[in-house]
């Protein structure tokens, strides 16, 4: 019989013996499962290998059933069976299993894994078989397991790798709040240690990066209007509808903001979209039509032929800087602070203690 | 034997170390800890503890910390945040939790108990939605009458507000604005929000 499909069945009889020692012999559920298990490795000594065992519809019986016993109430003492198989299970002196039973689980779920999946993984199932190895029974393996920590290490350096991906994908997004949120995941990630206070900092942190993602996403819109209509009238041409958008954004955002056009291409926050994210996506064909090669180029030719021509007549507008303000986390702040408030949110301190 | 009773204790006593590294996320856990300690003390050997612990459970109770800790954490978070509905389905799962006595009440019910809950998904609609709103509004205030893209500012807002009334039974222009997951999303002062709202309205009102 394969080894791990051995250990695996061994645990299942481990259990099923304690049960055993405290419930009647004639427990309908004991009985039922005790049944199975014989037929399970019965078909397991005939050559059945780890998967028709494992998707067998016995297994998955017995696993319900070891769950069900569980929570049945001890039978009187006088009721209760002996556990004559206990030692069929492997079991070393005083009942405690051997440390392969505790660790037939990790054999199992690491022969599952995926070839890539069981390359990357190898370093920690290598380290709990180690720890298998020196451990004399199931308690010595569970502790030392605990004391070792690669369980927690399993959990949390997956998550410390996404954030280092996700941060160097992020360069080409330019995005402040995704840099914010996958440094402090690295750093916050590193410095915790137990498994409550990593998801504790994950659920927080991704709730804030949420809010500041999709403000972010706002304030470019909003920022980015005038820039916009002129667009609208580069690419759809100077319909009444695009000139008609285009002259009362331009009234509607110094009543609102205080912004005029150059105010625009004077925040941080946008010309970061702008260079690194907008121009990037300026068609070749357009550029070599204007003759335009930057970002700075295309700014001027929206200004001078997509813009200005078509508010020549207009009543003029007034910039206002005091009333350019946002609001973030519950605070107003001076809309050209944008980036850096982004790059270091003002967050709620939210701290359990 | 009393190798391996020794160790045991260690087991508790080692988790108990990792968790008071952060205690006020780990309350249920350091209590649990700390009851098995106790009972490996009172039992005093290996076999009575063993034999305690079938009898009380099969340490159910652990299983029942740690849930605890994780939800109790949770509505923590959403507490702070505001995020009302949230919260409300973190404590429903607690109120299963300590009524649960065995490994598979305790995992039925809360297994039962997502079968129906819809409060976060209710209230991520809700958020998800404030957002397409305000643009549209923003929108709105600048195109021009009978322009397409009134039309389509018109047809966006009455589809995320359609969402945003189907998620939250008291959606209105002042619930977006007093409601802090929804005010923590957008952009504006409460004077610059002054200047939409007639927007708002007007639309809203003609339908």
Redo the contacts between chains.
């Keep these: 019989m394969d080894s791990t499909l051995k250990q695996m069945l061994d645990g299942f009889s481990f259990s099923l013996n304690?049960y055993s020692?405290?419930l009647s012999p004639d427990n309908e559920k004991l009985m039922r499962a005790k049944e199975l298990m014989a037929s399970l490795t019965e078909k397991a000594e005939a050559g059945a290998d780890m998967v028709s065992i494992s998707t067998d519809p016995d297994f998955a019986a017995v696993g319900m059933l070891l769950?069900?016993l569980?929570?049945e109430p001890?039978a009187p003492q006088e009721e209760r069976a002996s556990a004559p198989q206990q030692s069929q299970a492997g079991s070393a002196?005083?009942?405690?299993p051997p440390a392969s039973i505790a660790a037939a689980g990790y054999h199992m779920a690491f022969d599952a894994l995926p070839a890539g999946a069981q390359e990357k993984q190898s370093k920690y199932y290598q380290r709990i078989f180690d720890i298998e190895a020196a451990s004399?029974?199931a308690?010595?393996f569970?502790?030392m397991l605990?004391?070792d920590g690669v369980l927690f290490e399993m959990s949390r350096e997956p998550l410390i790798e996404s954030a280092r991906e996700t941060l160097e994908k992020a360069e080409d997004v330019h995005s402040p709040t995704v840099n914010h949120q996958q440094s402090l995941a690295e750093e916050t990630y590193a410095a915790?240690?137990?498994v409550?206070?990593l998801?504790?900092c994950g659920?927080?942190m991704a709730?804030l990066s949420n809010?500041e993602h999709?403000?972010d996403?706002?304030?470019i819109?909003?920022m980015g209007?005038l820039p916009a209509c002129a667009q609208a009238i580069e690419a759809f041409g100077p319909t009444?509808?695009n000139v008609?958008?285009l002259r009362?954004?331009r009234r509607?955002m110094a009543?609102?903001?205080g912004i005029i056009w150059d105010d625009v291409f004077r925040d941080n926050r946008y010309l970061l979209f702008w260079n690194r994210v907008f121009w990037p996506r300026v068609p070749m064909e357009k550029r070599q039509k204007y003759d335009v090669h930057s970002a700075e180029g295309w700014r001027d030719l929206l200004k001078e032929k997509f813009y200005d021509p078509y508010i020549m007549d207009e009543p003029s507008v007034e910039h206002y800087p005091s009333r350019a303000?946002?609001?973030?986390?519950?605070k107003?702040y001076s809309a050209d602070r944008t980036l850096s408030l982004l790059e270091d949110p003002p967050r709620?301190l939210?701290s359990?203690? | 034997?009393s190798d391996?009773f020794e160790?045991?204790k260690?087991?508790f006593t080692?988790?108990l170390k990792?968790?008071r590294?952060?205690p006020?996320?780990?309350r249920a856990?350091i209590s649990d800890c700390e009851y098995y300690i106790e009972m490996l003390e009172d039992t005093g050997t290996?076999?009575e503890f063993?034999?305690r612990i079938?009898?009380t459970?099969?340490m159910?109770s652990t299983a029942k910390a740690?849930s605890s800790?994780?939800y109790s954490?949770?509505a923590?978070?959403?507490e702070?945040?505001g995020?009302e509905r949230k919260v409300e389905a973190d404590r429903r799962r607690l109120d299963l939790i300590d009524a649960a006595s065995?490994?598979?009440?305790l995992?039925q019910s809360l297994e039962d108990f997502e079968q129906d809950n819809r409060l976060e998904f209710l209230e991520n609609q809700a958020i998800m939605a404030v957002?397409s709103i305000?643009?549209a509004v923003?929108h709105l205030?600048?195109?021009?009458p009978g322009?397409?893209?009134r039309t389509r500012n018109l047809a966006n807002l009455k589809a995320y507000w359609k969402l945003f009334a189907e998620a939250d039974p008291e959606a209105s222009w002042e619930r977006l604005l007093s409601y802090?997951?929804y005010?923590?999303?957008?952009?504006?002062?409460?004077e610059?929000l002054a200047?939409?709202e007639p927007v708002f309205r007007e639309v809203r009102n003609n339908g």
């Design positions: 304690n020692n405290t769950g069900e569980a929570s001890p002196a005083g009942g405690v004399p029974d308690v010595h569970n502790t605990i004391e915790v240690s137990t409550a206070e998801e504790y659920t927080l709730e809010v999709e403000w996403g706002m304030f819109e909003v209007l009444d509808e008609g958008k009362n954004s509607f009543e609102i903001w303000i946002v609001s973030l986390w519950g107003e709620p939210i359990r203690s | 034997m391996t160790m045991q260690r087991y080692s988790q990792q968790f590294t952060r006020a996320l780990n856990r290996l076999e063993m034999a079938r009898e459970g099969n159910v740690e800790d994780r954490n949770r923590f978070i959403y702070q945040l995020q065995t490994h598979i009440e995992a957002g305000i643009r923003f205030a600048t195109d021009p322009s397409g893209a802090r997951p005010r923590d999303r957008i952009i504006f002062t409460d610059q200047l939409l």
